[in-house]
Structure formats: structure tokens, C-alpha cells
């Protein structure tokens, strides 16, 4: 956990941020390189991309103020009724600055790609172009940009996994939230100095980013139809985010309902009590899964011909 990188002239830069900030830039550059090699113009993507960065900041922050709704609404209009639901984190005066903080943490990945989705529909309607062939193109961009993404999570120490005894597993410092979740819930003996020792879930998610890249890439290669590479995009991150959900642990998450099953729990080497179903993530995973297997079955795989390639 590393939240600030340095200062500059007296303001801290969040290293969060700054990683965020480079899973765009490589994103766009390789959605832009590849884009021309087959057609498109690169003005065109670049305009697009920029929306997308738009769209997904605000997607990803809007699903994560929605899903922990009392800690943003209340401080900003209740902030006494905030105080008697967080008492550890009281404040003196309304606070409505938390909703724009994201640099702190509290960015939920889906939600980004919902918002980046949308836009690119309004893009290309708007552009009289068809989306899925850009969709392919802008897809593995999305995989390496999760990579520094959830690199930035492990930097802010946010999204952290449950107890582990494995030897991978990481410490997050007496400053962490991790740290601070573990003392209330009555985990650390008096005068701890670290967390207990959890799963790494930021760095299983990040090398799930990378995993996809280049399965993505290898797909896109060889298509058969447009949207073959967003559509399998639809369905393998899901379901990798599904599994990696069981692993999570940091309490912010909204769930849908909790249902725990202690033999999987036991299977996993998780805590007993940990809840299985279902987070928000999971389910939203399930919907769009759900919707890339009847894309899949929809599809009639062929050979593209000349005429169908890319613009």
C-alpha cells in the first residue's frame, strides 16, 4: 500500500490515480494503433476514446456512491445521522466534497464499463458507424487498462481480499482501511501494527487484465464474426470477477442478499462465515454473462469477406 507517490509544490499525488491515469494512456495508444492498421480513422478513435474515459469515470463512480449510498448521502445532507451510523469516522460540518473523491478509492469497475458501453452506442449511432467492429477494437484497450487499475486499488488499499494463511497472502499498514475493518470487527489484539495477512484480490484481478489481453488479442486475430471479441470479453471477465468476488473482503461491497456455504468456504481455505452470494459485482456478472452466451448462441460463426472487414 502506497496511497501518495510524492508532492508536488505541497499537493499529494496519489499514486491511484496516477496509475489509473496510465491504463488510459497505454489503452488508448494501442486502441489507436490497432484502429488505424484496419481503417479507422485515428482522430475518430481518439474522440471517441476520450468520451469513453468520460463516461467511464462517471459509471464507475456513480454504481459505487449507489451501492454505499449512506456514506455519501448522509455526510452531505445528515452528516448527525452520518455520525451516529459511523461513529469512528464523525464529522463536524456537512462534507460533500466525498462525492468527488475518488482518488481515495471507490470506483467500481463495472459500473465503468456500463457508462463506457453507453457511449460508444451514442458514439457510433452518432458517427453513422457500426459498434461492434469498433467494439473489438477498443476491447483488449479495456483488459490493460484493468491491469493498472486494480494496481491502483493495491496502491490506495482499497477492494482488499479476505484472511489467508497462504504465503502469498499481504498485510496492509495501521493507516489502511483494511487495518481499520479488522479492528472493528474485534480481529487485532491491542497495539497491532498491520492487518491480518489477506488475499491479494487486487493483484488477482490485475493478472486476470493481463490473462485476457492476450486471449483477446489471439481472438481478435482470428474472427469470424464482428463482436466475437467483445462478446467473449462479456463473458470471461464476468465470470473471472465472479470467482474473484468469494475472495473479497473489504465490507463496502452492497450485496444483493448473503448466503454462505461453508463446505465451498472450507474448499477455499476462506474464514467460516464468509459470504458466497451475492454482491452487487456478482450479480451484475451474472446479467452480463447471461446476455454474451445468448450472443454467443445468436452468432453464426463465418469468415468475414473483404466487404465485411473493418472500414
Not at 213 to 226: A, C, D
Not at 238 to 257: C, K, N, Q
Amino acid at each position: 500500500m502506497h496511497p501518495i507517490w510524492f508532492h508536488l509544490f505541497g499537493y499529494p499525488i496519489h499514486l491511484y490515480a496516477v496509475l489509473i491515469a496510465t491504463g488510459f494512456v497505454v489503452g488508448i495508444w494501442m486502441a489507436a494503433r490497432y484502429g488505424e492498421r484496419v481503417g479507422y480513422d485515428r482522430d475518430l478513435i481518439l474522440d471517441l476514446c476520450w468520451w469513453i474515459l468520460v463516461a467511464g469515470l462517471v459509471g464507475a463512480r456513480v454504481l459505487f456512491i449507489v451501492v454505499n449510498w449512506d456514506q455519501y448521502y448522509y455526510p452531505c445532507v445528515d452528516f448527525e445521522h452520518f455520525n451516529a451510523l459511523y461513529p469512528d469516522d464523525s464529522i463536524t460540518e456537512p462534507d460533500c466534497t466525498r462525492l468527488l473523491r475518488f482518488w481515495n478509492g471507490g470506483l467500481v469497475f463495472l459500473g465503468g464499463v456500463l457508462g463506457a458501453i453507453l457511449v460508444i452506442i451514442w458514439f457510433m449511432r452518432r458517427e453513422r458507424l457500426p459498434m461492434l467492429p469498433m467494439a473489438d477494437v477498443l476491447i483488449p484497450s479495456l483488459a490493460i487498462g484493468q491491469f493498472f487499475g486494480r494496481l491502483g486499488c493495491l496502491a490506495a488499499g482499497c477492494c482488499w481480499g479476505k484472511p489467508t494463511d497462504l504465503s502469498w497472502g499481504i498485510e496492509f499498514p495501521a493507516r489502511s482501511m483494511a487495518f481499520h475493518q479488522h479492528l472493528q470487527q474485534g480481529l487485532l489484539a491491542s497495539g497491532a501494527t498491520h492487518s491480518l495477512s489477506l488475499h491479494p484480490t487486487q493483484l488477482y484481478d490485475a493478472m486476470v487484465g493481463i490473462v485476457l489481453f492476450g486471449v483477446l488479442t489471439w481472438i481478435r486475430q482470428r474472427k469470424r464474426y464482428h463482436g466475437q471479441v467483445f462478446v467473449w470479453w462479456l463473458f470471461l471477465y464476468p465470470l473471472a470477477r465472479s470467482t474473484i468476488e468469494l475472495f473479497r473482503g473489504d465490507s463496502d461491497r452492497g450485496f444483493v442478499f448473503e448466503w454462505i456455504n461453508e463446505p465451498l468456504n472450507s474448499f477455499l481455505g476462506l474464514p467460516p462465515g464468509s459470504v458466497t452470494l451475492l454482491s452487487t459485482s456478482q450479480l451484475i456478472s451474472l446479467g452480463i454473462m447471461a446476455s454474451a452466451a445468448v450472443l454467443m448462441l445468436r452468432a453464426r460463426p463465418r469468415r468475414l469477406t473483404a466487404a465485411e472487414g473493418e472500414p
